[in-house]
Every structure is written in C-alpha cells, then in structure tokens.
Antibody, heavy 110, light 106 residues
Framework: VQLVESGGGLVQPGKSLKLSCSAS????????MHWIRQAPGKGLDWVAY???????VYADAVKGRFTISRDNAKNTLYLQLNSLKSEDTAIYYC?????WGQGVMVTVSS | DIQMTQSPPSLSASLGDKVTITCQAS??????IAWYQQKPGKAPRLLIR???TLESGTPSRFSGSGSGRDYSFSISNVESEDIASYYC????????FGSGTKLEIK
C-alpha cells in the first residue's frame, strides 16, 4: 500500500485548496478511504470518509466546507477544502484504514 | 460515533522499565485497533495493527493486547529511542484516535 499526498500550501482565510492522494499497491476502487489531519502540536483527527461506492461522511468541524471525492480510473483520492479557516492549518494525511501517506501541509494564514 | 479514551496523557519511565498505555473504546471495536509512534517533526509510524500484530520492523519489545472495549499497548525494556508520543486508532467504524501519550525518560 502506497499513498502519496499533494496539493498543500499556504492559502488565505476564506480561500480554497484541493488535495490529492495517489494510491498504488492495492485495488483502490475496492476500498473506502479517509482523510485525517494533525494541527501543529496537536493530536490526530479524522476528517472525512468515502466508501468504495462513493458514499461520504464528514467530521462536524468540516461539514459543509470540505468535500471528499475519488477517481477510481486514476487511483486518486481528493479533498476539496473551501472557506478555509486558520484552525484548518494542519498536516493532512490520506488513509486506507491504518495505512497512511506521509502527509501534506496546509497553512491557512493571511 | 466511537470515542477512544487513552491514558495516561504522559508517562515518565527509566531505561529498562516496562510501560503500558491503555485505550478504552465507547463500544466494542472487535480488535480493530492500531498503535502509532510519533517523534517530533515526523509522521506517525504504525507499530501494531489488529490489536497485537506487529508491523514489519517493529521491535519485539512492543506488544498489544485486548478485546471488546479495552486495549493496552506495552513497551518492555524501554530504550532512549522510544521517546515519542503514542496514539491508538480504532478502525472498526470510521476512524477515531486516542488523545495520545507522551513518553519521557526519567
């Protein structure tokens, strides 16, 4: 299982960003996938889940602002981050259960 | 939603000690718990999955046990390289993390 995130960076409050996660080493279309995050100096938080059939579930903190999606043809998971807040600053990891990528940093600051 | 209560929040041990961290789930998680080690500035490293299965490369001084709602993680013969924070993760229903345990050496 290999998961490689991309798309992070510095963004102003209220703006948007889209993260990608390229998956390999397994049949991507058969698995539900998650995004999790870790704010600087804080613990780990689950953010969103998408099932193999594209059903979605979100943490309350991001509901209505973030959208998880997948492209099985490209073996890629996405997280669209809208209306970003300073408290969204974190390292974002894509995960298949207990297997994660190395993460990508998102910094929300003016 | 499943909640995970991890304790203690911090732990101070001498080299060679055995330490134990516990996680209690708000409901049965069917042994679907993993344990991670995180050192400053690094991504968490998976040590144990499915309660007690050591990942490749995990030293045998690390172990896990439990069932139902109650799980534990132990390090026997603590070494200086074990200084880190440790997190549990339930993956039975979505994902829920414990709040972490910071291990320090006396």
């Amino acid at each position: 299982v290999q998961l490689v995130e991309s798309g992070g960076g510095l963004v102003q409050p209220g703006k948007s960003l889209k993260l990608s996660c390229s998956a390999s080493g397994f049949t991507f279309s058969s698995y539900g996938m998650h995004w999790i995050r870790q704010a600087p100096g804080k613990g780990l938080d689950w953010v969103a889940y998408i099932s193999s059939s594209s059903g979605t579930v979100y943490a309350d903190a991001v509901k209505g602002r973030f959208t998880i999606s997948r492209d099985n043809a490209k073996n890629t998971l996405y997280l669209q981050l809208n209306s970003l807040k300073s408290e969204d600053t974190a390292i974002y990891y894509c995960a298949r259960g207990y297997n994660w990528g190395q993460g990508v940093m998102v910094t929300v600051s003016s | 939603d499943i909640q995970m209560t991890q304790s203690p929040p911090s732990l101070s041990a001498s080299l060679g000690d055995k330490v134990t961290i516990t996680c209690q789930a708000s409901q049965n998680i069917n042994k679907y718990i993993a344990w991670y080690q995180q050192k400053p500035g690094k991504a968490p490293r998976l040590l144990i999955r499915y309660t007690s299965t050591l990942e490749s490369g995990t030293p045998s001084r690390f172990s896990g046990s439990g069932s139902g709602r109650d799980y534990s993680f132990s390090i026997s013969n603590v070494e200086s390289e074990d200084i880190a924070s440790y997190y549990c993760l339930q993956y039975d229903n979505l994902l829920t993390f414990g709040s972490g345990t910071k291990l320090e050496i006396k």
